[in-house]
């Protein structure tokens, strides 16, 4: 019944190591999205792909890179992570024909320590 | 730009206490407005939604109404239950991009 999944749920990874989260949906919607949130703040939106176009955010360091091989996963890449980006990263997904505003559904998130 | 600020919690109740959480936006053009609900450990759910001025939103005894002319969303429940103590977000999303408030932790005690 899960409609975005990610995995794994826990990730723990070394100081400098790569690691990827994975995304995937059923729901067939054109826009996937990572989120970062630290401690219940707001989400952060890292970046987001609109079918197969990347968005990245002004502010999203060079460190997190993401992929989209096709419209089921994304991925989420963290080249080199350090303690600061200790987090929950939350992976979204929409349909948005252009100019509406509909709602994001969410996955139900992986939370990653930096060790 | 566009921005969500939310009332601050932490919010502490009685279990059938009234609830109101306040959230005022800035965006331009026409944004639709969520409420979403964060459970420890997971994810983000959408509790309800309004895409234009004066529509109510309402789910499992929530509602919030679309204010053009206050720009808010404020979120009510009549009697709040233990259950319902979680994080709150309240969102718009303008240009298909999602901005949230800080969130607003409930607690409700039996």
């Known amino acids: 019944d899960a409609m975005v999944i990610q995995n794994p749920r826990y990730q723990v990874t070394q100081f400098g190591k790569p690691v990827t989260l994975s995304c995937s949906q059923t729901l067939n919607h054109n826009v996937m999205y990572w989120y970062q949130q630290k401690s219940s703040q707001a989400p952060k939106l890292l970046f987001h792909y609109y079918d197969k176009d990347f968005n990245n955010e002004a502010d999203t360091p060079d460190n997190f890179q993401s992929r989209r091989p096709n419209t089921s996963f994304c991925f989420l890449d963290i080249r080199s992570p350090g303690l600061g980006d200790a987090a929950m990263y939350l992976c979204?997904?929409?349909?948005?024909?252009?100019?509406?505003?509909?709602?994001?559904?969410f996955g139900q998130g992986t939370r990653l320590t930096v060790v | 730009g566009n921005s969500v600020t939310q009332m601050e919690g932490p919010v502490t109740l009685s279990e059938e206490a009234f609830l109101t959480i306040n959230c005022t936006y800035t965006?331009?053009?026409?944004?639709?407005l969520f409420w979403y609900v964060q459970y420890p450990g997971e994810g983000l759910q959408l509790l309800l939604k309004?895409?234009?001025?004066?529509d109510k939103g309402s789910n499992k005894g929530f509602e919030a109404t679309y204010r053009k002319e206050t720009t808010s969303f404020h979120l009510e429940k009549g009697s709040v239950q233990v259950s319902d103590s979680a994080v709150y977000f309240c969102?718009?999303?303008?240009?298909?991009?999602?901005?949230f408030g800080d969130g607003t932790t409930l607690t409700v005690k039996p």
């Open positions: 979204a997904t929409s349909r948005l024909p252009p100019g509406t505003n509909t709602e994001a559904f």
């Open positions: 309004a895409t234009k001025a004066d």
């Open positions: 969102a718009l999303t303008n240009a298909g991009k999602s901005t």
């Open positions: 965006a331009t053009g026409y944004p639709s």
